[in-house]
């Protein structure tokens, strides 16, 4: 998940669900101030366990449930301990809340593995609730053992959910690449033949993802799958498929293209991609081809498999396919005629189309891209361009360098960022460590992030490589000797292990005692690397500052209302649920922070990513929140806070295309998308939202 960053800007003012902070109440408050306390001791993380772990004394009451919630969330060696006591607590209800908070302590960065017996030892007298929240703990707490315990849950479980819950885990531990056994693996083909509708989705999953290649009746489960009712459980299929590369794959993604579901085709192109050998391009061009001319005739807008085909056949070096040229002529007169709501579309395909036809000749910058994205015109050639010179079209590696040199300096800090993306493959060819000097020097977060990424990926590995220059590891340890922020302070480390010397261990070990748990991660990894030895987990040296927003109670349910260029898109928001990140959506929409912010990511098939006001990926609010996951899962059109590590979110935020059960209980999901989400689902890479507003509807009334 690409991740938010930080650009300072002042909301003043105390609001409904937005009030100035407080010092933190005692338990004993009692009441109605039981959630905002409780709220307050999670924010403050370490040094709030402690009244945590005094709630949690109360049963099974709401406060105590909540208090069991935090504690996982917080994940440090006091909450842990309580948790592992409350897994043997008498009431069932503790001790379900006990297991999902390890999960989420797992997912957040703590180390749950020595749980995974203790909760497995509860499994013979467990009731269908407790096995369901033990099998889904096991998704983060579990280690080697967990493929076969919960292999043995499939087959061995009657219920439904739990039987799901097990495949999905299955899958998940194949994307951590754990192997699964031919047990497992016969598990999760009866159950993709079994023929229920969610059973046979968990068990696609489960194969999709499945780690190593073999077992061919998983193969052929998958190659069944492809012609079930559930779109999300073909498009996975399409998927395991390509990944698998067996006999079958090349047919059934070209089948794939005619899907009538959008996100199937996408699948289908990704797949193609995936297997990239001459007969899947050429297959992906024939159909992109007959798309491109079905949309000029018949005047519908293309869509993201269109967007996601062209981008996979320009990010590769193969030959120009035929008619890319007369092609290109034909977008770009679509674009003149095209309508508001496709010119942005329209304009992508035409340069796009450019940079395959500019293959058959002497392609040389700068290339020309349609016109009529108006001011974003020149940004959208641009970092196309960088990256077609990272592909490396356009001339020598020293003429490449020279432009991206140019580029470098450029003004938008998108611009520089991409360029330094590219310089990063010509650091051997081409006298480059200059740009990546300036780069860490910069002030966007977005360019000495990508600069510190690409000196970590130049001096990593065995291979002997030149010492850097010294300029560029000044430029390192003083970036990083001031840099607090998570994910670029992560980014820094990185880099500092490699090529630091003494200097960049001690910036390192004065970063372990943070009060962010993302700088202290990155800081013990450098320190490990850099240093030989471990400094295990240490205590941030005071507690994070909570919030400038503090949630308060709210009568009534709280949408979040987005008017985009693709229409209408209604959120309800779920305090109950992310208390302090749904008071900063209220108090940042309220002050006009969203309006005319722009939709800088978008991966079809996943996620719409919103909510940065340098559109870099990079930017936010001018604070950081503490991370609020919970058990809720993130299917189509959840609304979640995207972030770069624990207590590292702020205002950019992700609406999702399709299910992700990889995103569960990682990350903090604020609502799900109540009206508009076909608008949701359409938005590119550059819409805007016009205006964002808060209403607060009127309870629904209970049955």
Same mark, same amino acid.
């Given at each position: &998940?690409?991740?938010?960053?930080?650009?300072?800007?002042?909301?003043?003012?105390?609001?409904?669900?937005?009030?100035? #902070?407080?010092?933190?109440?005692?338990?004993?408050?009692?009441?109605?101030?039981?959630?905002?306390?409780?709220?307050?001791?999670?924010?403050?993380?370490?040094?709030?366990?402690?009244?945590?772990?005094? $709630?949690?004394?109360?049963?099974?009451? @709401? +406060?105590?449930?909540?208090?069991?919630?935090?504690?996982?969330?917080?994940?440090?060696?006091?909450?842990?301990?309580?948790?592992?006591?409350?897994?043997?607590?008498?009431?069932?209800?503790?001790?379900?809340?006990? &297991?999902?908070?390890?999960?989420?302590?797992?997912?957040?960065?703590?180390?749950?593995?020595? $749980?995974?017996?203790?909760?497995?030892?509860?499994?013979?007298?467990?009731?269908?609730?407790?096995?369901?929240?033990?099998?889904?703990?096991?998704?983060?707490?579990?280690?080697?053992?967990?493929?076969?315990?919960?292999?043995? +849950?499939?087959?061995?479980?009657?219920?439904?959910?739990?039987?799901?819950?097990?495949?999905?885990?299955?899958?998940?531990?194949?994307?951590?690449?754990?192997?699964?056994?031919?047990?497992?693996?016969?598990?999760?083909?009866? &159950?993709?033949?079994?023929?229920?509708?969610?059973?046979?989705?968990?068990?696609? $999953?489960?194969?999709?993802?499945?780690?190593?290649?073999?077992?061919?009746?998983?193969?052929?489960?998958? %190659?069944?799958?492809?012609?079930?009712?559930?779109?999300?459980?073909?498009?996975?299929?399409?998927?395991?498929?390509?990944?698998?590369?067996?006999?079958?794959?090349?047919?059934?993604?070209?089948?794939?293209?005619?899907?009538?579901?959008?996100?199937?085709?996408?699948? @289908?192109?990704?797949?193609?991609?995936?297997?990239?050998?001459?007969?899947?391009?050429?297959?992906?061009?024939?159909?992109?081809?007959?798309?491109?001319?079905?949309?000029?005739?018949?005047?519908?807008?293309?869509?993201?498999?269109?967007?996601?085909?062209?981008?996979?056949?320009?990010?590769?070096?193969?030959?120009?396919?035929?008619?890319?040229?007369?092609?290109?002529?034909?977008?770009?007169?679509?674009?003149?005629?095209?309508?508001?709501?496709?010119?942005?579309?329209?304009?992508?395909?035409? *340069?796009?189309? #450019?940079?395959?036809?500019?293959?058959?000749?002497?392609?040389?910058?700068?290339?020309? *891209?349609?016109?009529?994205?108006?001011?974003?015109?020149?940004?959208?050639?641009?970092? =196309?361009?960088?990256?077609?010179?990272?592909? !490396?079209?356009?001339?020598?590696?020293?003429?490449?360098?020279?432009?991206?040199?140019?580029?470098?300096?450029?003004?938008?800090?998108?611009?520089?960022?991409?360029?330094?993306?590219?310089?990063?493959?010509?650091?051997?060819?081409?006298?480059?460590? /200059?740009?990546?000097?300036?780069?860490?020097?910069?002030?966007?977060? @977005?360019?000495?992030?990508? #600069?510190?990424?690409?000196?970590?990926?130049?001096?990593?590995?065995?291979?002997?490589?030149?010492?850097?220059?010294?300029?560029?590891?000044?430029?390192?340890? %003083?970036?990083?000797? /001031?840099?607090?922020?998570?994910?670029?302070?992560?980014?820094?480390?990185?880099?500092?292990?490699?090529?630091?010397?003494?200097?960049?261990?001690?910036? *390192?070990?004065?970063?372990?005692?943070?009060?962010?748990?993302?700088?202290?991660?990155?800081?013990?990894? *450098?320190?490990?690397?850099?240093? !030989?030895?471990?400094?295990?987990?240490?205590?941030?040296?005071?507690?994070?500052?909570?919030?400038?927003?503090?949630?308060?109670?709210? %009568?009534?349910?709280?949408?979040?209302?987005?008017?985009?260029?693709?229409?209408?898109?209604?959120?309800?928001?779920?305090?109950?649920?992310?208390?302090?990140?749904?008071?900063?959506?209220?108090?940042?929409?309220?002050?006009?922070? $969203?309006?005319?912010?722009? =939709?800088?990511?978008?991966?079809?098939?996943?996620?719409? %990513?919103?909510?940065?006001?340098?559109?870099?990926?990079?930017?936010?609010?001018?604070?950081?929140?503490?991370?609020?996951?919970?058990?809720?899962? =993130? #299917?189509?059109?959840?609304?979640?806070?995207?972030?770069?590590?624990?207590?590292?979110?702020?205002?950019?935020? =992700?609406? &999702?295309?399709?299910?992700?059960?990889?995103?569960? /209980?990682?990350?903090?999901?604020?609502?799900?998308?109540?009206? /508009?989400?076909?608008?949701?689902?359409?938005?590119?890479?550059?819409?805007?939202?016009?205006?964002?507003?808060?209403?607060?509807?009127?309870?629904?009334?209970?049955?």
């Amino acid at each position: &998940m690409e991740v938010p960053r930080r650009v300072h800007i002042i909301v003043g003012g105390c609001a409904l669900l937005v009030a100035c #902070a407080r010092p933190p109440a005692s338990p004993s408050a009692g009441g109605e101030d039981e959630a905002p306390a409780i709220a307050r001791a999670e924010a403050r993380r370490e040094a709030g366990s402690a009244e945590l772990v005094a $709630y949690t004394r109360g049963g099974t009451s @709401a +406060a105590s449930l909540t208090a069991i919630r935090g504690l996982g969330r917080t994940g440090d060696a006091r909450s842990l301990a309580r948790l592992g006591e409350l897994l043997a607590a008498p009431e069932e209800a503790a001790r379900v809340a006990a &297991m999902e908070a390890l999960a989420l302590a797992g997912a957040l960065g703590s180390d749950v593995s020595a $749980y995974e017996a203790t909760l497995w030892q509860r499994w013979p007298q467990a009731s269908s609730r407790e096995r369901l929240a033990i099998v889904k703990a096991t998704w983060r707490v579990g280690a080697a053992t967990a493929a076969a315990r919960l292999g043995a +849950a499939l087959v061995e479980t009657e219920t439904p959910e739990v039987r799901a819950a097990a495949a999905i885990g299955l899958g998940l531990l194949g994307r951590r690449e754990l192997a699964l056994d031919d047990a497992a693996r016969d598990g999760l083909v009866a &159950m993709v033949a079994g023929g229920e509708q969610h059973l046979v989705y968990a068990g696609v $999953y489960g194969l999709a993802h499945a780690h190593g290649a073999g077992h061919d009746a998983g193969e052929a489960a998958l %190659q069944g799958a492809v012609g079930v009712l559930d779109p999300d459980a073909r498009a996975l299929a399409l998927k395991g498929l390509a990944r698998r590369r067996g006999t079958g794959a090349l047919a059934a993604l070209r089948a794939g293209l005619d899907d009538p579901e959008p996100w199937v085709r996408v699948a @289908a192109a990704r797949g193609l991609g995936e297997l990239g050998d001459a007969a899947a391009t050429a297959a992906l061009w024939d159909w992109l081809r007959v798309e491109l001319e079905r949309d000029i005739v018949d005047g519908t807008g293309p869509g993201h498999p269109v967007l996601e085909a062209m981008s996979i056949l320009t990010s590769g070096k193969a030959s120009p396919p035929p008619g890319a040229a007369e092609a290109h002529a034909r977008a770009e007169a679509r674009v003149a005629a095209a309508g508001p709501a496709s010119q942005r579309v329209q304009a992508r395909l035409a *340069c796009g189309l #450019a940079a395959l036809a500019g293959r058959a000749a002497e392609w040389r910058p700068p290339l020309r *891209c349609a016109e009529a994205l108006g001011p974003a015109a020149e940004l959208e050639r641009l970092t =196309f361009e960088t990256g077609l010179i990272e592909q !490396g079209y356009g001339g020598s590696a020293e003429a490449r360098g020279a432009r991206l040199a140019t580029l470098a300096g450029h003004a938008d800090a998108r611009v520089r960022a991409a360029a330094l993306a590219a310089a990063a493959e010509l650091w051997e060819e081409a006298p480059v460590e /200059g740009l990546f000097e300036a780069g860490l020097r910069d002030s966007s977060p @977005a360019v000495a992030g990508t #600069a510190a990424e690409a000196v970590q990926g130049r001096f990593a590995g065995p291979a002997p490589r030149p010492a850097p220059g010294q300029g560029l590891v000044d430029a390192l340890v %003083q970036r990083a000797a /001031g840099e607090r922020d998570g994910e670029l302070f992560a980014g820094l480390a990185g880099a500092l292990a490699k090529v630091g010397g003494a200097r960049g261990l001690q910036v *390192c070990r004065d970063a372990l005692g943070d009060a962010n748990a993302t700088v202290r991660a990155a800081a013990r990894a *450098c320190v490990k690397t850099a240093g !030989g030895e471990d400094p295990g987990i240490t205590e941030p040296s005071a507690p994070p500052p909570l919030p400038p927003h503090e949630p308060q109670p709210v %009568q009534g349910q709280l949408m979040w209302l987005l008017h985009t260029e693709r229409g209408r898109v209604d959120i309800a928001l779920e305090p109950a649920a992310a208390p302090w990140h749904v008071a900063a959506i209220v108090a940042l929409t309220r002050a006009g922070f $969203y309006d005319g912010l722009g =939709f800088h990511r978008v991966v079809p098939g996943y996620v719409v %990513q919103g909510g940065d006001p340098g559109g870099t990926g990079w930017g936010g609010p001018g604070f950081t929140l503490p991370s609020e996951p919970g058990e809720a899962p =993130f #299917a189509s059109g959840a609304v979640g806070i995207a972030d770069a590590g624990k207590d590292t979110g702020g205002s950019q935020f =992700f609406i &999702m295309h399709a299910p992700a059960p990889h995103l569960d /209980g990682r990350y903090t999901r604020i609502g799900e998308v109540r009206h /508009g989400l076909a608008a949701a689902l359409a938005l590119v890479v550059g819409d805007r939202i016009h205006k964002a507003e808060i209403v607060i509807a009127p309870q629904r009334p209970g049955p």
